[in-house]
Every structure is written in C-alpha cells, then in structure tokens.
C-alpha cells in the first residue's frame, strides 16, 4: 500500500535552500526528500524515546521498595555531621 503524503508549505532562507539543494543533488535526492529523511528520524527518536521512559516507569513501578513510605528517618544535618 502505497503511504499517503502531504504538501506543506516552508518558508527557507534563500542561503539555506540553495545549499540543501546542492547536498539533495550530491545524495540523489531532491529537498522534499532531505526534509522528509530528517523528519522521519526526528519523530522516531521522539518515539523511541517514549518507549524509553514508558520503560523506566514500569521498571520504578516494580523497583523493591526500600521501606522509607517517602520519609526519611535522618535530616540532612545528620547526614552531612563530620567528626574532628
């Protein structure tokens, strides 16, 4: 099946249209192909990193508890007491 595409509209600085042009032309492409090469690679590593916390939060959801119910037993002065 064949992936449905859409035109946008940018707006470039001339400078940099005309040196993406030049890479396109090097790589066998044209800037429509470019911009949708990094696009692609911008929104999987956006999704890749989604799966990464989705991850990390289920492994802290498992993680053993320490026994602490989210209080202390120390303060900070006593961790931080130094005997002369």
Request: no cysteine; glycine share 4%; charged share 45%.
């Amino acid at each position: 099946m064949k992936e449905e595409k859409r035109n946008i509209t940018l707006a470039v600085p001339r400078d940099v249209l005309r040196k993406a042009k030049l890479i396109a032309v090097r790589r066998d492409t044209s800037v429509s192909g470019l911009l949708t090469s990094y696009l692609r690679e911008v929104v999987d590593e956006d999704d890749e990193y989604g799966r990464a916390m989705e991850r990390q939060r289920r492994a802290m959801r498992k993680a053993k508890r320490l026994g602490l119910k989210g209080r202390p037993t120390w303060t900070r002065d006593e961790l931080h007491e130094r005997e002369t």
